[in-house]
Each structure stands twice: as structure tokens, then as C-alpha cells.
């Protein structure tokens, strides 16, 4: 079955430590994102890549870094620079490079600062 | 005005009762509008886009109003299943993220519960 794995689903990190959140798409698509959410926020986008070897910021990127070096993989890392890193990470793709607005995600992974 | 505004809910209803979730956006440029279902402590799967006309699938009405700017969600017949949050999710221009991008602006969501 086609997909999003993220990996891990749980995380613990002690303060100061950077950390890489996995995702894995086998649906052939084209764009991919990196979505946060906190309890009773939307999700907010930190970054996204519409091309391999090519990825834009989102609204909080600050303390994240991405790469794109294979269309299936974006992996996204947290940075020590990053303020309040505790959350709820979800990793999403869609079908073309453009954003028509059906996502598709991955069933997330959730970090917590020690 | 918050980009994405919806009402935090809870709402709680019994089975078989018809509920209404409304959302209003800000920006009146934009260009598409979803429903998403999130389940608790799951990723969010869209439910349903929202066309211009109005569209239904099943038991789920989607509205869209552009002259008010809000867009209305209405399930009949409530099943126990159908508890969750729902996400309204608006698609606005962004310039810094170019014309084909857009952005995809979530509200809050709206968190229903379906009782017996």
C-alpha cells in the first residue's frame, strides 16, 4: 500500500540536542511538507519542497533544517536553536508541485524536550 | 481578524442529530477550501473540498459563502464514528511562496462528540 511513514512516532530529546524526524513517501509525489501543530493551534507550515534539491520556508522555520536529495525522502531536523520544540510533527506530500490543498499525511511523530 | 476562524467547540450531540461547524477567513482573494477530519492524537485526512455551488457527500453538506467569506459543514445523522476534529483549511495567495504554491491557512478546528 501506498504511503507516508514517519519515523519515529515518539520522541524524547534533552535540551541542547538536535534531532531528525524521518519521512518516507512510495506514492510518487512530487511536493512534500513539514507541518507543526500544538494543542488547540492549526498546523503551521515549516517547510516544504515542491523539487528534489530544492525546498522553500515556511511561516516557522527558524530552528528546522530540511534536505531533499531523493523525491521520496524529506527528513526534517530540529535544531538546538529551536525555542520551543515540543510538539506534534506531521509530514504530508501531494501529487503535483503545485498545492491543490489534498494533502496527504503521515500519521506524525510526536517530540518531547526534556 | 485571524486568517482561519472557526469555533473551538466542544460540541456534543446525541446520535442521529444534525450539526452545523462554520469557519470564516480573512483573506478574500482565496482561492480554495477544504474540510479535514482529524481523530485524536492522529494525522489529519481530508474529508472534503468545497465548491463554489455547494457539494455533498452522504451525510456531509459543504457551503461556501464568498461574499461573507465563511464556509459551513453540516453533518446529519450523527454517528458515534463521526467524533473527532474538524479542520477548516483555506488555500490563500502568499506572495513570498509564489503563484502555483499558495498556502494552505488551517483553522483551529472544531472538536465534536457524538454520544449515545
Known amino acids: 500500500d501506498g504511503g507516508i511513514t514517519q519515523s519515529p512516532k515518539y520522541l524524547f530529546r534533552k535540551e541542547g540536542q538536535n534531532v531528525t524526524l524521518s519521512c518516507e513517501q512510495n506514492l510518487n509525489h512530487d511536493a512534500m511538507y513539514w507541518y507543526r501543530q500544538d494543542p488547540g493551534q492549526g498546523l503551521r507550515l515549516i517547510y516544504y519542497s515542491q523539487i528534489v534539491n530544492d525546498f522553500q520556508k515556511g511561516d516557522i522555520a527558524e530552528g528546522y533544517s530540511v534536505s531533499r536529495e531523493k523525491k521520496e525522502s524529506f527528513p526534517l531536523t530540529v535544531t538546538s536553536a529551536q525555542k520551543n520544540p515540543t510538539a506534534f510533527y506531521l509530514c504530508?506530500?501531494?501529487?503535483?508541485?503545485?498545492?491543490?490543498?489534498?494533502?496527504?499525511f503521515g500519521e506524525g511523530s510526536r517530540l518531547t524536550v526534556l | 481578524r485571524k486568517e482561519v476562524e472557526q469555533d473551538p467547540g466542544p460540541f456534543n450531540v446525541p446520535e442521529g442529530a444534525t450539526v452545523a461547524f462554520n469557519c470564516t477567513y480573512s483573506n478574500s482573494a482565496s482561492q480554495s477550501f477544504f474540510w479535514y477530519r482529524q481523530d485524536c492524537r492522529k494525522e489529519p485526512k481530508l474529508l472534503m473540498s468545497?465548491?463554489?455551488s455547494g457539494n455533498e457527500d452522504g451525510r456531509f453538506t459543504a457551503q461556501l459563502n464568498r461574499a461573507s467569506q465563511y464556509i459551513s459543514l453540516l453533518i446529519r445523522d450523527s454517528k458515534l464514528s463521526d467524533s473527532a476534529t474538524y479542520l477548516c483549511?483555506?488555500?490563500?495567495?502568499?506572495?513570498?511562496?509564489?503563484?502555483?504554491?499558495?498556502?494552505?491557512?488551517f483553522g483551529k478546528g472544531t472538536k465534536l462528540s457524538v454520544k449515545p
Open positions: 483549511v483555506v488555500k490563500s495567495p502568499r506572495v513570498n511562496y509564489g503563484g502555483s504554491q499558495g498556502n494552505l491557512i
Open positions: 468545497v465548491y463554489s
Open positions: 504530508a506530500s501531494t501529487r503535483g508541485a503545485a498545492n491543490t490543498g489534498e494533502l496527504f
